[in-house]
């Protein structure tokens, strides 16, 4: 039957089979398949899922192109049926269970992606590019270890489960268990296998033969096979090239493409992403015009670059647009087939078997040469690809290894003449295979890479530059030779790991690779070599960089090359052998048989080579000299010597150090000023030679090739080599002063001269902190570095890394630190902490240290010296103990005793003593007595019984000359080193006596002598101590004076408030002047008992308190200036800005904010200030394009006295008690009461909404008295007028009313409705700004946790009462057209407040309303009697805040949610409170209990589930009667409920069966919230007319978390207790119920929390929560993991480059970045410049999480910010260059927290760019 069926369908040669996977199974089973017959099915179907269309846009002739590619589609059609051909009819039911199988992967393999985070472990990492990936991490064991981090560059590999990798801990738990499960497969078959390997086949055919750029052979296959007769498509596609800016790129598109602005951009922003993009689709003519005008643009613009591709065209083609499909779909197919791989290593297998296959089209040789052929995604594709197919199992590493060692020389030199960067090229495959130690090892012994290496670097890099043997580097090298380094690279990762084992193979291969190494050595000696400029300075400075950037790249494998030949003798032999041979061929500045001539010093002569370093060629770079100080250090440990090592021909130690002499010697004539003439090259170079990154193989080898010399040189001789190569040798003579004057010798440079040879002896003999010329370990070598760095000052943990070499042995750093020095912890939140040096090793301390620059000896030296000082020791440095000298160059030591050095020293110090000696300088003394101490401590140590400085010494009569100079005053300076120095001597002779058997008297002259300078010199020391003491103390007072005056800004900054408030004047503080104020006011009310006692500052009984006289100096022309009624006007200078710090709960998306940095002056000094800022400002050059233009009227400034930021000027006013002086009321006084107040403002209202009033323009409003009269209340009109205190209208001054104007401007700039629309509302936005910024306040105080009665900051007191003062008082002076402008909001507000119109309380925020009620409501009703009311703290102010206190009362209740009531939890209540519910009268108990259930929407949502429980059907009372209206308008809702309503209200409220319970532990948590909610409210009254009575606050307020319900009410004049306001008599309740009354409320539907119309209600809490910034993990790499996977919005498949989150709000941005550029404006701009003007009204705080720093970001302008982020040294990490674990710091994070509420961030931006002259950053693109 099958066999029937089979033959039936597959005898038609067309493809009549339905569908392509029945096709391909029969064909499989018939056995014919073919990998054609999926190409061929690739090809066409891919075609389907690419798409193109030209949107038109307003612009027709420039349409936008938008190429789409359906990867989802192609997914399901295409690669899920071949999925299924491969693993039957269900493929993710057989994955699953493969995975259920175990995850059969011993290996992690994550490739990463950019951005992602790796970690590498310190202490079990094999080497630093070993890393592991966040899942593999958190599983592991490293996480305890001691761990970096840092982010993946792309296309590195996590290394998890590489035995070879880590030292321990080689899998972390997931990977363990994969190595437990066995390799083989029950679920794959070998029908499975041999389907994939016809897929895969197919796959790599497919994707090999169509991803090229040239792609001929696309488009050959592509021939004859058009689609249905439609005309053929083409696109042009432009590709990336690193030539090319994206300036130019877009410059190009626009113009010749036609391109839109946005559109090249976008382009372009995907040309860098992907490599390539599409720009036009077309005709194949229209397509090539295009391209050719592209190509022959770019060439024309260009600028010449040095690249390979410079003056190149732009890279262009044009595909067949089934071509670009075909690519599309085979970059997919890669990316999923990488996927793929990875899911099981019988696939890896097969894949590996497959691309083994030297004669397939997709062999690995193929993959890897035509991966330069391929644009960077296609790259990118292959890499991973070819690192999760490959590099999972040890046996394809390996000969993955083998292939790409084989064809590595060809894949580089591609590389080479290329131009995309190294991670986009397959030669960055390298760190994955030469980095595995026996990959490594077996391609060195059997493919010969390191040769291979070297070889090909010096073919490539170097050949092209030899001139005369020797490397010479053109002013400009080019690209190639930068390109070709990464080679040396490679290099370093092939020699990492010594082997263990040493092969025949290994020997040879190493020894090759070496002999390459020492070719490339012998043509650096000398390269770049200067010869001394006379007469005329350099032409031109010459190149040194190059040769520089060589060592440094090269200077590791020097060093790993020494230590893998230090493991072997054979090795090691052969090699020194190999130097040898290059030494003495080598013939710069050594010919091969030197001149030589005769030099006599002491009676001793040498033969010295004859090359004068200041004629003839020098050069800093000796490689190859160097080399040899490096091999030969480890000849000793082999029983070798320089004599029995080399049979053959050898060069002598002369002629090997002669080299590094002269070039010691040129360094020695630069310091002594002789190569002036030279430029700063050679200056750039010394520095280079001695810096940390270039000194291992330098300097320091350079000392040890000198020593070496010393070693084997006869010390006599070797001291004249180096007194004749300095020019010394005639000072060395004892009669050469005698000459002297007969010779013309240029002094200085002599004296020069002389110290640096004397101190090049003390570098020989003193540094010995290496293996192999002293006793001493690698470890100590760091610590004597560490110790002498210790010694200059106290260092970070970072300074002290950056100021160590790169540690390229594993033994963490920290162990070495803390053997030596002690972490001091920070003192300061903002400080880092330091490494201080431990006491006891201060006397380690080497001034002479080599490592040290002249500044960093010098202040190490000052620093020893004050401390010794402090410790009351001799005031100098003496030398430290030196280590014990190894075998081979013990002779080092006899240089301090052998005559030409005793001569030297003795010369020395006679002309010392000789006042008339012209050859000497101070610090040759000092360094001869530091030569002396070196020769007294080793000879104390004992190390050398040859040695016998002192018995040497004693014939030169040292001591004696000692003793002289001792008591000489031109070297008082080191008398204190003097006696250092005798004091050994004695030391050292009574050794030496009791050696001898203390017989013989030695030399009693000489003690006398000694003895008789004791009792002088500790009288002279102590006047040199004064001295010394009155020295220091004048540096120290010069260096206080030098940082006063830098610091000036700063000073003033911080002391600015101090300063400012000195300035009020203390007198008026006196409490006694108070109180005699306030017996005044009594006395004039007639009744004298007013209760003293009072704190209140409102209501009945208030207090009264005299104001403070206010006087300040103008911060301009220091004036002093007292505020008063009718003085000069003052100003404070204030900044006004947008703000959402709090969110807005007024119509409008944002507020206006108001800041003060408190500093007076007069108007018109400001305004002349102001005028010569301004026209400064306009002077100025502007830098760049200004994309935001400013308005000019709100021009920046700075406080002239602070610098703080500005741009507006607040005027200052009176005290308002000086306008209106409050009256006093008594208990029982006859008061107008508060429900008649509420009568005349309703009838108000109802005047102000007359539609008559409109035409009436003399007289806007009736006056007072008609609107009482019309409220039936005319008899009461006194009283009235009693609690209002209505005055006469006052002329303010006019400068004061200008600049309040001046000021309602700013802030109308900053308002979010425009300029025109807002003059109308002037006065609107000066109350809305006094209003935001005391609510701001508010909160800010809350957060920082300040009571009330605290002394408040300067800013924000003069800020309060500024504002507050100009809102009350403004309002005085209204005109008829501010009558008219205010009328409509007025009338508004008052219909909101009584009418039930508009919202209900719910959406009220109650002291918004109530100050609008108390600047507003006042004035216009005695607007029309020539009348004026300043608010004061009087009654009619105290009846306004308990009317919105009871609002607000309401509000809580009708949202108070009893969370646990009735989970039968005990309520979480305070006793206290329980007792004060109980004792509140049932009366009003039940009042409450009504009033809550009635109203309050937990409970009748709860009653109302409850009735519907019972099954009882009733009229839903939530269900309003819905009219057109209501639904409609929402702010003008009706006003009355209907009748019906009030019905259904009664029935449902009767009905007791659904009561909820209200008992007493409900009423006192409703007690307990009402309390708490009311706390905002509260603190702002309390602030507001702190401000406005100036009555201080009570000591209640005094302490933290003193702002209770109960004190404040105190304050305020409030009553506390429920009973006041729900006893039913009283006018409260009905006041309460008028405010929960609302439609709003009553109709609310409790369920969803609607109101009747259907709409949310905007909920406006009580007491908002203080608004925070997002939470931010504890650990750092918990958030960079987290957003590691984001994806930019704007493309599907790239992941965001610069991940930035905001802080505010949490949401992360794809920042600066070409790809989100939205347009603000017509402006575009970066994504966080967006969203901050959305997000917080133009400012916001970000973190760039991969760079880990805060940037405060405005409108064109920002600032970055320390990090919230520590590592365990207290130090942050911006950019995360250290890498070291980072924490939360919260004190930190809490800091930038109150400067963004604090309204600050504008500020710190104008701070931080006012200190520094950085380049101007692009903010507006961030
Ligand atoms: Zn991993
Ligand atoms: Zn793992
Ligand atoms: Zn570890
Ligand atoms: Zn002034
Ligand atoms: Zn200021
Ligand atoms: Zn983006
Ligand atoms: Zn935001």
Redesign the pocket.
Known sequence: MERFVLEDVVAPPTHTADTPLKDWRLKYQAGTIQKNDFTDFFQKQSRKYFHYQYEAEQDATRPSLKCTYNEAGAKEHIINVLMEFVLGDNPKIVLDKLQQEGNTAT??GKVFKNGEPTYSCRECGMDPTCV??V??FK??AHRYHKYKMSTSGGGGC?D??DEEAWKKDH?????LRGKENPASSTIITDAIKERCEVAFTAILTFCVSFLEIESNASLECLDGDSDDGQEECFCTVLYNDESHTFDQVIQTLTKIAKCRQKDAMEIVAAIDREGRAVVKCDTFSECCQLQEAIEKQAVTTLSALHTPRANQSLRVSVLNIRAVACQQFALQLLSWFQEFLIKHCIFRQIFARLIMDRKAPYCIRHILEYDVKLWKTARSCWHRLLISGMLMEYDNKMALAQEFSKHYASVVQDFIRDDHEHSFSIVSLSVQLFTVPSIAHYLIANEGIFHKLLHTFYHAAVETYIKNKTLQFAKNVNVSFKRAAYILYDLRYILSFKPDVWTDELREGFLEGCKALLKLLNVMQGMESTTRQTGQHMDYEPEWECAFNLHIKLATTITLVLEWCATDAVVLNKLYQMVMRYLSTNVFIVDRVPKREERQVAGHVAECIVYDVASRPVSIHLPLSRFFAGIYLHLGSFGLTFDNAVTGHKRSPEEIIEPILCTQTMIAQVHAGMWRRNGYSLLHQLYFYRIVRCRGEMLDRDIIGLQIGAALIESNQYLIHILNKYNLIKWAQPDYEKDLTAQAVDEEYLLSMIEEFLELLIVIIGERYVPGVADVTEDDRIKKDIIQLLCIKAFSHSELNRALPENINDTPLEDVIDQVAVFKKPQKSDAKGVYQLKEELYDDYNMYFYHYTKEEKSKSEETQRLRRKNKGELVCCPPPKLPKLTEGFVSIANLLQCDVMMTILTTVLDRAIDVSSNSFAENHLQEVLYLIGYGLQEEQSGYYPFLSFHEQARKYNMLSKLDELSRSARVEAHRDFILWTIKKFKELQVQDEEAAGGSEGTMPAEDESVEDTRPLTAAEQEKQEKEERARLAAQRRAKIMAQMQNAQNNFMKSNAEMFASANVQPSSRDPSTAMEWQEDVSMLHEEGAVAYNSVACLGVERRLQQPEEQSFKCILCFEDCTVSKDGPTLVYSAFVQKSKVLKPETKYEYSVHTSSCGHVMHVDCWQEYYNNEESKEQRRPHRGRQPFQQTPQSTEFQCPYCRCLSNSVLPICAPLSKYSMPLVFHKGDELFPIDMWIEVLKTLGDELSMPALEGNIDRVLPPAHSILSRANLYANIAQFERIAQPIDKVELPTSWTNYLQHYIKSVRQHSPIDFETSEKEGLLWLWNTCIYTVQALEVYLRAVGKPFKSEMSIRHKSCLSGLIRASCLYGINLTCTDVKNLKEPAAELLDTIFKQKGNSVVEWNCFNMMVQMICMVPNLIFSSSQKAVVANGSIMDFYAVQLFFLANMVKAIVLFEPSTSHSGMEMDVDEEYDQEVKQLPQKVRDNIAKFYRKYNFATRRQSCTSAQQLGRSRPQPQTPPKTEETATQETQSTAEPTADAEALMGEYIADDEFKAPCDLSTIAALYDHIKMEMREFLRCCCLFFHFITEVEFPDELSYTASDTYENMCKYLGLQTGLETYFDSEGCYASILEIFASHPDIVYCDVATKKKRCGREFAVVPCTRAVPRLVDLPEDFSDLINSVSDFICPNSEREEMKTPTMCLVCGKTICAQSFCCQPELDGRTVGACTYHAHFCGAEICVFLRVRDCQIVYLGRNKGCFVYPPYLDEYGETDQGLRRGNPLRLCPTRYSKIHLSWLGHGLYEEIARLNDNTSVVATQWHHM
Do not use: K, R
Request: negative net charge; aromatic residues 6%; contains cysteine.
């Open positions: 290996v992690c592991l990936c899942n593999c599983q592991s996590c998890c489960g899998y972390c738990e997931e990977h």
